[in-house]
T-cell receptor, first 117, second 117 residues
Framework: DTEVTQTPKHLVMGMTNKKSLKCEQHMGHRAMYWYKQKAKKPPELMFVYSYEKLSINESVPSRFSPECPNSSLLNLHLHALQPEDSALYLC????????????????FGPGTRLLVL | AQKITQTQPGMFVQEKEAVTLDCTYDTSDPSYGLFWYKQPSSGEMIFLIYQGSYDQQNATEGRYSLNFQKARKSANLVISASQLGDSAMYFCAMRDLRGTGRRALTFGSGTRLQVQP
């Protein structure tokens, strides 16, 4: 089973709203990722959690706040976003520290399409 | 720094024919992994195939095969017997596999494949 789930599928929010994106995996993966993808562009890495600790923050504005409550869940809290933050937000997970690179493939969820008005 | 180049913004192929999607990469890391993902219009990134830099044989997964030429730094995806459902955006990606390396994916700009009946 290589399923990563994300909720909601679509989200429309105003610039003053606070919302959260959720990601869940039950594959026993210990690394989880948030990517942002603008239309017709490749995904861009935002955050990486390894064993529930934030290991990479790609200089993302503070209006995006990640949280990893446990090894299966990853949240992205949104506050005071701008219209240019409208994008597809992808969550991914992978094994970590196996020593076998092919086992550390990142598997993606279906994404949340965010529109900021 | 790692860089992935996909020089074909769009490709057309007739149903049941084979198609090759090009990918070249640049890295100074001795140990790396190369991945291909498919992204339909629904948005989900679907993992297709993986090739490690030290793998002796080209990777194959069903109708997908990877033509890996290490000296040329190329990792082209070959799809045999194209199907209408293969119409999607295809991304080549790379990841540093060193224990202390940056383990997130670097993506190319993508190739949009359209399969014609």
């Amino acid at each position: 089973d290589t399923e990563v789930t994300q909720t909601p599928k679509h989200l429309v929010m105003g610039m003053t709203n606070k919302k959260s994106l959720k990601c869940e995996q039950h594959m026993g993966h210990r690394a989880m990722y948030w990517y942002k993808q603008k239309a017709k562009k490749p995904p861009e890495l935002m955050f990486v959690y390894s064993y529930e600790k934030l290991s990479i923050n790609e200089s993302v504005p503070s209006r995006f706040s990640p949280e990893c409550p446990n090894s299966s869940l990853l949240n992205l809290h949104l506050h005071a976003l701008q219209p240019e933050d409208s994008a597809l937000y992808l969550c991914a997970s992978s094994q970590e520290g196996t020593g076998v690179p092919s086992q550390e493939t990142q598997y993606f969820g279906p994404g949340t399409r965010l529109l900021v008005l | 720094a790692q860089k992935i180049t996909q020089t074909q913004p769009g490709m057309f192929v007739q149903e049941k024919e084979a198609v090759t999607l090009d990918c070249t990469y640049d890295t100074s890391d001795p140990s790396y992994g190369l991945f291909w993902y498919k992204q339909p219009s629904s948005g989900e990134m679907i993992f297709l195939i993986y090739q490690g830099s030290y793998d002796q044989q080209n990777a194959t997964e069903g109708r997908y095969s990877l033509n890996f030429q290490k000296a040329r730094k190329s990792a082209n995806l070959v799809i045999s017997a194209s199907q209408l459902g293969d119409s999607a955006m295809y991304f080549c990606a790379m990841r540093d596999l060193r224990g202390t390396g940056r383990r997130a994916l670097t993506f190319g700009s993508g190739t949009r494949l359209q399969v014609q009946p």
